[in-house]
């Protein structure tokens, strides 16, 4: 009952870099140093043990991660499928993450995405079904500016096949 009170508490209090974070590792979720997590964030309700976020991470507004899909009573952690999150990551607004995920280093996930599967370390990765965007080179964190961002993603795939490609 604890555990939901302060995971509902956490969606609602300022201090995405203090109060949130502080609130989700007395849950039990393992959160790196220089978290930002937004207002309205859902960690998983029952097994919040099973989520790692990585260092110099944003998770945006409204974002849910989820470790398990079973109804009724709590089962054992092994029931959860953890879902790891590496460093620098950007995980857009209103994303959902699924059961045992992992989120590669420096990878940006675009807002609204459902991530139903790995995904490698620096990519944009978005669209329905989710897949790989771009690559990224210069990671999406407080310490670099969003123009940065773009001006280091680069194509990924076959140039002919991309609009604009020879």
Sequence with gaps: MLNRLLNRLAAVVPGGFSARP????LRGARIGRGVWI?????????????????DN????LRVSILTHFYWGPRRPAAAAKPVVIGDDVFVGPHSVIL??????????????TVVARNVPPGV?????PAHPLAQVTVPL????????????????GDAAKQPGGD
Excluded at 22 to 25: G, M, V
Excluded at 38 to 54: K, M, Q, R
Excluded at 141 to 156: C, P, S
């Design 141 to 156: 964190t407080q310490d670099t500016g969003y123009e940065q961002y773009i001006w280091g993603l680069r194509r990924i």
């Design 57 to 60: 991470c944003t998770i945006g």
């Design 99 to 112: 059961p045992g995920v992992t989120i590669g280093r420096g990878a940006v996930i675009q807002a609204g």
């Design 38 to 54: 937004g207002l309205g964030v859902y960690f998983d309700a029952v097994h919040p043990e099973s989520i790692t976020v990585g």
């Design 124 to 128: 944009l990765w978005g669209h329905d």
């Design 22 to 25: 502080f609130l989700q590792r």
